[in-house]
């Protein structure tokens, strides 16, 4: 039996955790596969800049500062960086995962970078996803405008239905 795929948002508050009530209300263990996706900034690798010549006739090179040149014996690149952004949101995941999983579901984690709805989108478009459940604050006027909306955007734009839960209590 093919279980239908619900494709859960989360950042790890415990706003978006008040999504999980409703989906075991709704989605029966035995039918669905879960997928945890977590949307993080793009981590970044710490270089130094390169060194430039220490003068016009010389062939010896300096750097810009003394933390340059610390940086440059011991460079962060940004795969480093990314394996372990990637490691730490899958660590603080398994709190989730185990929750659902104690529930009788099948759970996996996913992790991507960007902006969280044009990449939940993207994950919808390239993987086989049934349904997206999350939960929305559904901001209105200069709210929307300054903090914009992720499930808004989300609803906009994805291929697949969307639940949205706005809690009462947030």
Known sequence: MTKHVVLVPNDGSEFCRQIYPHLMKLCHPEETRIILLRVGEPPEGHVATPPRPAGYDSGLTMYASHGDATMAL????????????????????????????????????????????????????????????????????????????VAQYVAGHASVPVLMVHPQHA
């Open 74 to 149: 011991h460079p962060i690149y940004a795969s480093q960086e990314w394996e372990s952004a990637v490691a730490e949101i899958q660590s603080e995941l398994m709190v989730d995962l185990h929750r659902l999983e104690a529930a009788g579901y099948d759970v996996e984690i996913e992790v991507r970078f960007g902006d969280r709805g044009e990449e939940i989108v993207k994950f919808v478009e390239n993987n086989d996803v049934d349904l997206i459940a999350m939960t929305t604050h559904w901001r209105t006027g200069i709210q929307k405008l300054i903090f914009g909306s």
